[in-house]
């Protein structure tokens, strides 16, 4: 008798309509999901079954969280990079974290010149469309070939009616391919359980060729994971359909190996700042307006920081370094330079300016601030605008690592400047922040739920007794197919 209570209390609480007729619940016409015979194609269950897991997922709604790997040191790594789950069955592709771009892309099994093996110890893989059950290639008339266009040389190959791409980076390499739709995998955290193996479409690149820097197998990945806000964008395609909220976050680990936090959701810290983002511009655009060493700022002409015709400051995770424009890194070394004389010998090494000393940096070198829009300061310590270059005999050579770019007015903020730092991009209010903050520790982040509200999580560094519980679609069936028992009982 109580489980029978139980039973129809779940129900009358979970069931959305029930048409009562003299105090009992009247007869509930129920469709077939599946043919009386059984004679249904498992694509077409599975089909049946991706559909009704996304309409799960956007019901749920939640945090998306990655993991980080990688270091800004030059030396050693000199990128961070996420793992992520494609296709069906599900691979493990390594891609590098990328805010200076907009499409995710992967590498494919045709493709020519892509690296065989790298150096960060990793498995690097290809992605076969053919080994998908689920994979799709994106064709010409398909609607989504056009966001491509908005982020690359986008086309259509005549041959066999592919949209096709072409991406050139900034240091000279490249990449072409086409672009394929498939399942990416991810776990998600709904209040405090953790959804594990959910999975949402999505359109890639699936690159079958890469020149410059991408075919060396030093630091090679599997591909670039691009978070742009362009409608190519993985995160602007999980926003659209619901699954994710349209804000992500990253708080990058310089010390100790590296790694850090990547959520698609908005880490929640009290002491964050934040500036608009510069309109209509193809990357993360921020106004920068003076740089401060010592509090003093320095004596640069407003107008080297604009944003005009490709010009401006470019936040951007796909960049090692910082680079200033001559007008700007020049009265920023000499005011470094002035600041520290008395105490360390500066020497020119490679073209680059940099200092012996003995002692700690933090004793020694000054304070610097790059202040926004918005009054917004983003404060660097000596860490984020060095590097260390060696270390002989307890002799250490640090090095300026703010680069000089000549003949542009342009200015990139890089891994050196962004790692130990909550950042937050907001592509909803069209705003970033940021707050000094220890990468190892966990975050707090919120996400609009489908009601509006904003539920908050602990995301980042799980530990095995804080971690949330696990929630699979499985259990959720389960449920399901426990209530239409229930419904059963009464028709």
């Given at each position: ?20 007729s003299?105090g ?12 009386a015979?059984?004679?249904?194609e ?31 040191d ?34 494919c ?8 093996t ?7 893989n ?5 080994s ?9 008339s ?31 390499s ?21 959804v ?9 690149g699936c ?7 991408l ?101 951007d ?42 002692t ?25 605008y ?5 270390n ?47 990468c ?52």
């Open positions: 008798m109580a489980a029978a209570l139980f039973s129809t209390a779940i129900l009358l609480c979970l069931l959305p309509v029930l048409v009562l003299n009992f619940p009247a007869a509930m016409k129920l469709e077939r999901a599946v043919p015979n059984h004679e249904m498992i694509s077409q269950l599975k089909a049946r079954d991706r559909a009704r897991h996304g309409r799960l997922l956007q019901s749920l709604g939640g945090v998306i969280d990655f993991p980080v790997d990688g270091t800004f030059p030396f050693v790594v000199g990128l961070y990079y996420t793992k992520l789950r494609l296709g069906s069955p599900a691979r493990d592709f390594y891609v590098q974290i990328d805010t200076g771009s907009d499409v995710l892309w992967v590498s099994a045709s493709c020519n010149g892509c690296p065989q790298s150096g960060l110890q990793i498995q690097l290809y992605f076969d469309p053919g998908s059950v689920t994979a799709t290639p994106i064709s010409c398909d609607q989504r070939c056009s966001w491509g266009v908005q982020s690359s040389d986008s086309g259509c190959s005549v041959q066999n009616n592919l949209c096709a791409y072409t991406f050139q980076y900034g240091d000279g490249g990449t072409s391919g086409f672009y394929v739709s498939d399942l990416l995998q991810f776990d998600m955290i709904v209040g405090s359980s953790l594990p193996n959910s999975t949402a479409q999505v359109v890639f690159s079958t060729s890469q020149t410059g820097d075919v060396k197998s030093d630091r090679a990945v599997d591909g670039i994971f691009g978070f742009g806000q362009q409608g190519m964008s993985v995160i602007s395609q999980l926003a659209s359909q619901g699954v994710a909220p349209r804000v992500f976050s990253h708080c990058l680990k310089g010390e100790n190996g590296g790694g850090g936090i990547l959520v698609l959701g908005e880490i929640v810290e009290p002491n964050m700042v934040f500036t608009p983002l510069v309109p209509s511009q193809p990357h993360y655009n921020v106004n920068l307006l003076s740089i401060s060493v010592n509090g003093q700022a320095l004596p640069i002409n407003p107008s080297v920081f604009s944003t005009s015709n490709g010009q401006g400051t470019i936040i995770t796909g960049t090692t370094l910082a680079y200033l424009s001559e007008a700007a890194y020049v009265p920023f070394v000499d005011a470094i330079t002035n600041a520290v004389s008395q105490s360390v010998r500066p020497v020119v090494s490679k073209g680059n300016q940099c200092y012996v000393l003995t700690s940096v933090a004793e020694v070198f000054p304070p610097v601030s790059l202040n926004f829009a918005g009054g917004a300061s983003m404060f660097l310590n000596p860490q984020d060095l590097i260390q270059q060696n002989v005999g307890g002799t250490a050579v640090w090095c300026i690592g703010f680069q000089r770019i000549q003949n542009q007015g342009i200015t990139i903020l890089g891994d050196l400047v962004l790692k130990d730092k909550i950042f937050v991009y907001d592509l909803v209010g069209q705003r970033i922040g940021w707050a000094n903050y220890d190892s520790m966990s975050v707090n982040v919120s996400a609009t739920s489908s009601s509006g509200r904003s539920e908050y999580v602990n995301a980042g560094q799980f530990s095995d007794n804080a971690a949330p519980q696990k929630l699979s679609l499985d259990v959720v069936g389960n449920i399901i197919m426990l209530l239409l028992m229930v419904i059963n009982m009464f028709l």
